[in-house]
């Protein structure tokens, strides 16, 4: 149990804890305390940046409770105690309300968050039946973008013994996604998973390309961006001396030209729509690569990734933050994406 009441619980990525409380401690100057390997905890009175501004926070919990104790029936006791204090709090007017129930990625606290959302939807349609009445699934509410009234209420069920609930608004800057996690699925003849990184890019973004834009994907090979990209309807330069491993079909290839070129160097003869670069090669080189084609104007959008180094990658990341800062466009972001590894994604957009 934490020792004083948080007003906030930031998810991550397992494993990113720490980095997530670099990060907002060097950019907000925000103290936090890891609790497990995927949560940080903030006492703060001041707001929150938003989840976009920061590269590894995917959700927020705000004012959240915490419950220890295995045993289904005082967990759901709990919870609907709680979330009829907390629903009261809430304007009387406000909208909808949607559950989620979570555990972290192949945790063996899964199971138990699968039968707690069944029995705590039960009971609170038995015990609240007023709020219940305002309930939307939360598929049906992922399919229109929430309003700022509707509510969130979040279980993250942390282990088999630990979990921590949350009620707020839309308007307090939660995501929308489960968790916080935009899961993309996987297309069928995409060459590889790295696909899904991209597709998650562009709706992070909010732009995919558009039909004839052009597009250059440095460090293509084996063809999961270069897929994406002509599936959009790009037509892409595929930058690699690596094989494409496309599927036989006109419709994609007819818009794909391969380069057997150098990705460090290549650049374009006139300035094209997209510049995608996956390459495998050092961060510093990557930022080198994308601040020369910022400097020299070459693209109206990206998407480059960086790979992070195994010790110490939160300069690199500033260096990143400092790059994007140095060039005047409406949409820049760092993220760690639900799709990326140890690595980030820089997008950016020169239309708002
Ligand atoms: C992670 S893979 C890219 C995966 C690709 N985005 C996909 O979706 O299939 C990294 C690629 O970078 C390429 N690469 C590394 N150094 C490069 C360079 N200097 N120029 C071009 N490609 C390079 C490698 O050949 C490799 O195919």
Redo the contacts with the bound molecule.
């Keep these: 149990m934490p020792l004083t009441q948080p007003t906030h619980l930031v998810l991550t990525r397992p494993g990113y804890a720490n980095l997530l409380i670099e990060e907002f401690q060097d950019r907000w100057q925000l103290s936090g305390t890891a609790v497990g390997k995927a949560a940080v905890t903030f006492t703060c009175k001041t707001p929150m940046p938003a989840l976009d501004e920061s590269i590894f926070a995917r959700q927020y919990l705000p004012m959240p409770s915490f419950f220890h104790g295995s045993a289904l029936q005082p967990t759901v006791d709990f919870l609907v105690k709680k979330i009829a204090v907390m629903s009261k709090r809430t304007n009387r007017q406000s909208g909808r309300w949607t559950l989620h129930t979570f555990a972290l990625d192949d945790d063996a606290a899964t199971q138990r968050a699968i039968a707690l959302e069944k029995a705590l939807l039960t009971a609170i349609k038995a015990t609240l039946p007023t709020f219940y009445q305002r309930h939307i699934a939360a598929a049906d509410l992922a399919k229109e973008a929430p309003k700022s009234d509707d509510i969130l209420v979040q279980v993250f069920v942390a282990s088999e013994e630990e979990l921590w609930l949350s009620l707020a608004s839309f308007a307090s800057k939660v995501s929308p996604y489960i968790g916080g996690n935009l899961r993309m699925r996987e297309r069928s003849g995409a ?2 998973r ?2 899904r990184k ?1 597709e998650e890019a562009f709706v992070v973004l909010g732009r995919s390309p558009a039909p004839d834009e052009l597009a250059v ?10 897929f994406t990209l002509a599936r959009h309807g790009a037509l892409v330069t595929a ?4 094989a494409l491993d496309l599927p036989k079909n006109p419709a994609i290839s007819a818009r794909i030209t391969h380069l057997h ?4 160097t290549y650049k374009p003869v006139q300035p094209v729509d997209w510049l995608c670069c ?4 050092g961060s510093r080189e990557t930022l080198r690569i994308l601040g020369e084609w910022l400097e020299q104007q070459l693209m109206q959008c990206f998407v480059v990734n960086v790979k992070l180094p195994q010790a110490k990658p939160w300069p690199i990341l500033k260096e990143a933050l400092a790059l994007l800062q140095q060039h005047d466009w409406p949409v820049m972001k760092i993220k760690h994406l639900y799709h990326d590894r140890r690595e980030v994604t820089l997008m950016g957009r020169r239309t708002p």
């Design positions: 060459p590889s790295s696909a991209l994907d440095l460090g293509a090979a084996p063809g999961g961006w270069t930058v690699d001396h690596g070129k150098d990705g460090l996956d390459m495998l090669v």
